[in-house]
Nanobody, 120 residues
Framework: QVQLVESGGGLVQAGGSLRLSCAAS????????MGWYRQAPGKQRESVAH???????NYADSVKGRFTISRDNAKNTVYLQMYSLKPEDTAVYYC??????????????WGHGTQVSVSS
């Protein structure tokens, strides 16, 4: 089993910054893509940013130029640095990881989410 634990959410004023972290632990042989999704009240979960093992990244158009995703492969951790936050960034942010375990089974895991609230 693999656990993803997010941290770093909170309440911030518009224009402020936050840094989210997500640490993966458990039966991990390799982690392929890691990423962040978010879900605002009454809306569907949407992709925010992803990063491959090699460091290739992609972002939702709504966060390009404001958010930066990075990862520390040695720590099995992915980060999301968020700048110039807007009220529309308010959501629960979920970590996601594509993991292969020691039994060579590949599975997609989710964290429980961390709340980000941006006040105007």
């Amino acid at each position: 089993q693999v656990q993803l634990v997010e941290s770093g959410g909170g309440l911030v004023q518009a224009g402020g910054s936050l840094r989210l972290s997500c640490a993966a632990s458990g039966n991990i042989a390799n982690i392929y893509s890691m990423g962040w999704y978010r879900q605002a009240p009454g809306k569907q979960r949407e992709s925010v940013a992803h990063i491959t093992t090699g460091g290739s990244t992609n972002y939702a158009d709504s966060v390009k130029g404001r958010f930066t995703i990075s990862r520390d492969n040695a720590k099995n951790t992915v980060y999301l640095q968020m700048y110039s936050l807007k009220p529309e960034d308010t959501a629960v942010y979920y970590c996601n990881a594509d993991v292969r375990n020691s039994y060579n089974v590949r599975y997609n895991y989710w964290g429980h989410g961390t709340q980000v609230s941006v006040s105007s």
